[in-house]
């Protein structure tokens, strides 16, 4: 159960806080996690009376929502902000506890930022009698966090004029997933498989983030952002943090986060020839699926008709540690593939000795495949003789899924994330060292795609699995990507998971 609080929302006629937040604290509400006295208050850019908006609100919301116009650039609108925060923290004893969403474009950060910290909203109790501030002040910001090492280093020193870094929750919805929370647990709940969990056994690991949408109505953003700032500096490299981490010593924010950190600043830092050889880009073309036209990237609304953005990405890249040393990792996602799939392929190496040479044995290099999402669950892949007479091996699969679980149902990140943002605990968040090393690990494959020459942006018919140059680019076993499905342009390959 949370403290009492006050829960402040800008952006809150916007997509996120419509389509992600408000569902998600009205479950908090509905499992009674949330303190009946916690309220939420919507700032926006329009005016609506408070009646007038709960109408968009959730019903089990609705008696604790509130609402208030701001112009995020006026410093007078934040001091009316403050005066109704004051006003509704006494009258619902909120203790003087609030936490300030930022459901926000990034451009729009540092003016919310600065008019909260210039009113002294932002000042919490430091347990003396002088104390200016009452209760705790946390402040969430959504991804992106900078679109670039310099940025995020510049976001981070201007948060920290006002936030110290335990008050500040940087949002990856990735960490929030409950199968990627089940990734820590799987490893460091059960005693078979980290032993077998580094190069000795391992031979590469695969991760998939795959989408089936294209880019929506978010053309601009999209545009000067492409997969690789859009997914792999944050999601795909927070994944492969997770699943290559060390056992932290306790699970405590900061014991997680400085392991998480130590794998980001374990990354083989490439120079361009290298990152010519190591990433292969996309865009997806026109197509038709199931018989439906589907427009190519540079058609999209609000998409520069030469652009030369990436919709898909696969990178090689090496964490250079003792455990990992010398073991490939290979990163790929994509918008308009042929199904939405988030995985992660724990490929382990061959027998060191083919005794069933020729029996089929070929089929069976085991691999763990750690589901993220949809169909969240677990698989172990192994070779098994086929029954009957004669001596083939076959390839079979143990299974889990949470669906099995019955009456369980899988929450949504947000969910999650909200709880944990009112508790207090920023395990799951990412913290200001972290996110400076991504940038600085990504910066490079961004700038190599600007700037040099050599870089293809491959083109690829939208409902396929990207370029056909990255078909080959695993090396390893000779198999290329694990793909769950076919390519949807393939007449009846139609993609049922
Ligand atoms: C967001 C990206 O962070 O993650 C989107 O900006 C992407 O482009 C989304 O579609 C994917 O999230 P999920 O939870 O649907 O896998």
Redesign the pocket.
């Known amino acids: 159960m949370t403290e009492n609080s006050i829960i402040v929302i800008f952006g809150a006629t916007g997509d996120l806080a419509r389509r992600k937040l408000y569902p998600a604290l009205e479950e908090l509400v509905e499992k009674k996690l949330v303190s009946g006295d916690t309220i939420f208050l919507g700032v926006g850019r329009k005016y609506h009376p408070d009646e007038e908006f709960r109408k968009e609100i959730p019903e089990l919301l609705k008696e604790r929502f509130f609402y208030q116009q701001i112009n995020t650039t006026d410093p007078g609108d934040y001091i009316k902000l403050k005066n109704r925060i004051d006003k509704l923290d006494i009258e619902y004893a909120s203790g003087g506890n609030i936490v300030f969403y930022l459901a926000v474009p990034p451009s729009m950060h540092r003016s919310i930022i600065e008019g909260i910290g210039e009113t002294g909203l932002n000042i919490e109790a430091d347990g003396t009698p002088e104390s200016k501030g009452r209760g705790w002040k946390r402040i969430v910001v959504e991804?992106p966090f900078g679109n670039s090492w310099k940025a995020a280093l510049e976001l981070n020193k201007f948060i920290h004029t006002y936030f110290s870094e335990k008050q500040v929750y940087r949002i990856d919805?990735?960490l929030g997933?409950e199968t990627v929370q089940n990734i820590m647990a799987f490893r460091f709940a059960n005693g078979i498989f980290e032993p077998l969990w580094n190069r000795n056994y391992i031979s590469h690991l695969e991760i998939t983030?795959s989408?089936s949408?294209g880019i929506e109505s978010?053309g601009s953003y999209?545009d000067s952002a492409g997969a690789m700032r859009?997914?792999v500096q944050?999601?795909l490299l927070q994944l492969a943090a997770v699943a290559a981490m060390e056992p932290p010593p306790f699970f405590t924010p900061d014991a997680v986060r400085t392991e998480t950190l130590k794998v980001f600043q374990a990354l083989r830092r490439y120079s361009p020839d290298e990152i010519i050889s190591n990433m292969i880009l996309g865009q997806y073309v026109d197509s038709t699926i199931r018989g439906e036209s589907v427009p190519g990237y540079r058609n999209e609304k609000d998409v520069k008709p030469d652009s030369r953005t990436e919709t898909y990405a696969a990178l090689r890249i090496f964490i250079d540690n003792w455990r990992w040393g010398g073991v490939p990792i290979y990163l790929r996602t994509g918008k308009r593939l042929p199904t939405?799939v988030?995985e992660i392929v724990v490929h382990f190496r061959e027998t060191p000795h083919k005794l069933f040479k020729g029996k089929g044995d070929s089929c069976c290099q085991n691999k763990l495949i750690l589901r993220i999402?949809p169909d969240e669950g677990v698989l172990l892949t192994f070779g098994m003789k086929q029954p009957g007479s004669g001596f083939e091996i076959t390839n079979r699969d143990m299974d889990f899924k949470y669906s099995d679980l019955g009456e369980f149902k899988i929450p949504d990140?947000y969910e999650r994330l909200l709880y944990d943002v009112m508790t207090g605990d920023s395990t799951l968040f990412t913290r200001a060292d972290s996110v400076e090393e991504c940038w600085k690990f990504i910066d490079p494959f961004i700038s190599c795609r600007d700037n040099d020459s050599r870089v293809i942006i491959y083109g690829y018919p939208a409902g396929t699995w990207g370029p056909a140059e990255a078909d080959t680019f695993i090396s390893e076993s000779g198999k290329g990507w694990r793909s769950p499905c076919k390519n949807l342009t393939e007449a009846g390959n139609y993609c049922e998971l």
């Open positions: 991804k919805h990735y997933k983030a989408e949408i978010r999209y859009d997914m944050n999601h939405r988030t999402q990140a």
